[in-house]
């Protein structure tokens, strides 16, 4: 089990369960509270993108299918009966999986959540500046953006006047 400690002050695995616990809401809140924690922020997105959709399909199948006067109203309670267990489904057996502390990830939108924690994670907020002289005699400014994955190659900004850079190239 994971016993690290977060922004919070919780162990990562009890905060993993709680991006769970009110589906999307605590999966928000946690998005917005825990900065530095890249197990929690995955679960807390995994949370957000896996029960939002869900809730907001709850509400508009039965409004659609359910304007087909008696059969519509049948299919309505059956896709909503469906729903409602996939939902609780994964709801338990994504709490059980974060709180062992696994970083279990659903089908398509584990690889969603992956993916924007690495876009938040990445970019200026984390990068570090370092200066170095270039051939020319003008200042290069090198930015090294750190990913959850990897950390991209340098890539230079050149600054012709002292203070202004002229050229950003992110990373690819």
């Given at each position: 089990m994971g016993n690290n400690?977060?922004?919070?002050?919780?162990?990562?695995?009890?905060?993993?369960?709680l991006c769970y616990v009110l589906g999307f809401i605590t999966g928000i809140v946690f998005l917005v509270l825990e900065k530095e924690n890249k197990f929690v922020r995955f679960h807390a997105m995994q949370s957000v993108a896996t029960f939002l959709p869900l809730?907001?399909?709850s509400f508009v199948i039965p409004i659609v299918v359910g304007m087909i006067p008696f059969i519509g109203w049948a299919i309505?309670?059956?896709?909503?009966?469906?729903i409602t267990l996939l939902g609780l489904i994964l709801w338990l057996l994504l709490m059980y999986k974060a709180f062992k502390g696994e970083r279990f990830k659903l089908p398509v939108v584990g690889d969603f959540a992956e993916k924007q924690i690495s876009k938040q994670n990445?970019?200026?907020?984390?990068?570090?500046?370092?200066?170095q002289p270039c051939p020319s005699g003008h200042i290069t400014r090198c930015m090294r953006f750190a990913t959850l994955t990897q950390i991209a190659p340098l890539r230079s900004a050149t600054s012709h006047t002292p203070g202004t850079l002229?050229?950003?190239r992110p990373p690819p």
């Open positions: 400690k977060t922004a919070l002050g919780m162990n990562e695995n009890v905060e993993g369960l809730f907001v399909i309505s309670g059956v896709v909503s009966t469906l990445g970019g200026i907020r984390n990068s570090a500046v370092a200066s002229t050229e950003i």
